[in-house]
Nanobody, 117 residues
Framework: QVQLVESGGGLVQPGESLRLSCAAS????????MGWYRQAPGKQRELVAN???????NYTASVKGRFTISRDNAKNTVYLQMNSLKTEDTAVYFC???????????RGQGTQVTVSS
């Protein structure tokens, strides 16, 4: 049974930081590209960042320079360090695991991030 369990969300003020974690089980973690998506109320889900099994990273333009995605293959965990948070970063953040080779994609239940003064 595949599980992606996100944690680390919460309520912070603009300019503050949060670190999201996603612990994966039931998959061969180092064979999956891992990503973070977010969905704000009334908006479509969007890719925030992803990291290939090789470690190559990709970010959406609005978070470049503020967010950092990383992975620890020994712990089957992917992280999203979010600095200088803005109100527009408020959303539910979802962890995603994708394997092109296996043709499989899994997504977690999400964690709420609220940035408000």
């Amino acid at each position: 049974q595949v599980q992606l369990v996100e944690s680390g969300g919460g309520l912070v003020q603009p300019g503050e930081s949060l670190r999201l974690s996603c612990a994966a089980s039931g998959i061969t973690f180092n064979m999956y590209a891992m990503g973070w998506y977010r969905q704000a109320p009334g908006k479509q889900r969007e890719l925030v960042a992803n990291i290939a099994s090789s470690g190559t990273t990709n970010y959406t333009a609005s978070v470049k320079g503020r967010f950092t995605i990383s992975r620890d293959n020994a712990k089957n965990t992917v992280y999203l360090q979010m600095n200088s948070l803005k109100t527009e970063d408020t959303a539910v953040y979802f962890c995603n695991a994708h394997s092109a080779g296996f043709g499989l994609t899994f997504r977690g239940q999400g964690t709420q991030v609220t940035v408000s003064s």
